[in-house]
């Protein structure tokens, strides 16, 4: 898979995208990040990538010329499947999402800044809007870190037990199960018996009931429909 990020801030990008299992599925291949600094597309002396908007609102709007230009030269040398903004107004991000996402080739995020793109950006270049959540960041680019661990995490290889994204909360529409390690008692606290019985039936049933009752108390949202 290859994601290409756009961004005014790449220093915001570095640190979720050069770690942990990221930065794993980057060695091994299984994902390539391009982050493209809008800014060196950006006009005169001093780069200019942003200006005032019309109709007298104020705050900066990162303009169409150098967006244009950026998407396009990325469009013109390969096919992408989406090329999608981040802003608070697009569709809730969410598992059945990440799912989707991480079997396509190829993909750009687009992340907004200050007041956000100018709307010819979105009508004519960007074929589809994600919000991670009913609150207002101060960019996109955390939201495309979000993103990206979500849907990078479940490229089949990446996860050395595959299994273990398949048992992730929300995969089946469920919350996971409690989890427990080593020592089965601390300080009096105990690990439930059944995990340590060795019986694979019951301890999965167990943990299918937990699921259950875990979804219907804390989010019992996620059981209608
Ligand atoms: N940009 C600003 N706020 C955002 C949000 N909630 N989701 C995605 N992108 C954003």
Redesign the pocket.
Known sequence: MRIDIITVLPELLASPLNHSIVQRAKNKNLVEIFVHDLRLLGKGNYKQVDDYGFGGDAGMILMVEPLYRLITSLTSERLYDKVI????D?TL?DQPAANHLSCLQNIILL??HYKGIDHRVREHLVTHE???????????E???SVVVDAIVRLIPGVLSDETSALSDSFQDGLLAPPIYSRPAEFNGWKVPEVLLSGNPKLIKEWQEEQSMERTKRLRPELLKG
């Open positions: 903004y981040l802003t608070p697009g991000f992340c907004g994600i919000s991670i959540g009913n609150y207002v960041l101060s960019g996109g955390l939201a495309a």
